[in-house]
């Protein structure tokens, strides 16, 4: 026997929530796929200062995201059939996904607060790092001049800080274009621009995580009051 009533409303309201779930899921896993290939932290991410790699602590952190936005689009297909089907199996199967992708996104919202002041410090000191041995001619000084020109032109600065800004271009203009004016005036040094590239990209992900988390609670009361009134309804 169907569900009628209140009940009725509720299953296709809660259809509609997986609808928008599935479309969430797929604006999720587009967004992370995004990220990852952006030009300008795979330029960054992928350089390589003698036998040491660029810190891509950041991708673990897109990684888990595609992988949610995936499960999102699966969960959303399959919380949509089971409210189509008034099936309590499919209904339970997909709360139970529910409860384990909320708790999922919790422990990557934490990594994420947790880590997201230490990933732009890794990158701001592997920049220093490279820039010491390009200004100081230390060996394989070419290798970090490439590293250390790289970071200029794709973040479109120059130097940790506003003194190294506004005297590098001077100094070294091989490293830096010659605007030491410019510089001063605009503050342009690398730890700006690094602290703007991933805070702008995390408050991203933050806010797409909130939303997500929003409908997923909305769902999971959803999904139980309905699992209770198919229960209701073929009782009697």
């Given at each position: 026997?169907?569900?009628?009533?209140?009940?009725?409303?509720?299953?296709?309201?809660?259809?509609?929530?997986?609808?928008?779930?599935?479309?969430?899921?797929?604006?999720?896993?587009?967004?992370?796929?995004?990220?990852?290939?952006?030009?300008?932290?795979?330029?960054?991410?992928?350089?390589?200062?003698?036998?040491?790699?660029?810190?891509?602590?950041?991708?673990?952190?897109?990684?888990?995201?595609?992988?949610?936005?995936?499960?999102?689009?699966?969960v959303g297909f399959l919380g949509c059939y089971g409210a189509i089907q008034e099936s309590q199996?499919?209904?339970?199967?997909?709360?139970?996904?529910?409860v384990i992708l909320f708790a999922c996104e919790v422990a990557a919202g934490i990594w994420g607060?947790?880590?997201?002041?230490?990933?732009?410090?890794?990158?701001?000191?592997?920049?220093?790092?490279?820039?010491?041995?390009?200004?100081?001619?230390?060996?394989?000084?070419?290798?970090?001049?490439?590293?250390?020109?790289?970071?200029?032109?794709?973040?479109?600065?120059?130097?940790?800080?506003?003194?190294?800004?506004?005297?590098?271009?001077?100094?070294?203009?091989?490293?830096?274009?010659?605007?030491?004016?410019?510089?001063?005036?605009?503050?342009?040094?690398?730890?700006?621009?690094?602290?703007?590239?991933?805070?702008?990209?995390?408050?991203?992900?933050?806010?797409?995580?909130?939303?997500?988390?929003?409908?997923?609670?909305?769902?999971?009361i959803l999904s139980m009051v309905l699992c209770c009134g198919i229960r209701n309804s073929s009782?009697?």
């Amino acid at each position: 026997m169907g569900v009628e009533g209140c009940t009725k409303c509720i299953k296709y309201l809660l259809f509609v929530f997986n609808f928008i779930f599935w479309l969430a899921g797929g604006i999720i896993l587009g967004v992370a796929l995004w990220l990852r290939h952006d030009s300008q932290t795979t330029n960054i991410l992928y350089l390589q200062l003698g036998d040491k790699q660029a810190p891509n602590t950041f991708y673990v952190g897109i990684y888990i995201l595609i992988a949610v936005g995936a499960v999102m689009m699966f969960v959303g297909f399959l919380g949509c059939y089971g409210a189509i089907q008034e099936s309590q199996c499919l209904l339970g199967t997909f709360f139970t996904c529910l409860v384990i992708l909320f708790a999922c996104e919790v422990a990557a919202g934490i990594w994420g607060f947790v880590n997201k002041d230490q990933i732009a410090k890794d990158v701001k000191q592997f920049y220093d790092q490279a820039l010491q041995q390009a200004l100081m001619g230390e060996a394989d000084a070419n290798n970090a001049k490439a590293v250390v020109k790289t970071f200029h032109e794709t973040l479109d600065c120059c130097g940790s800080d506003v003194l190294t800004a506004t005297f590098t271009p001077v100094w070294r203009d091989d490293l830096c274009r010659k605007d030491s004016l410019k510089s001063f005036f605009e503050n342009t040094n690398c730890h700006k621009k690094i602290d703007e590239l991933f805070s702008g990209k995390l408050y991203l992900i933050g806010i797409a995580a909130v939303v997500v988390a929003v409908i997923m609670i909305f769902e999971m009361i959803l999904s139980m009051v309905l699992c209770c009134g198919i229960r209701n309804s073929s009782v009697y």
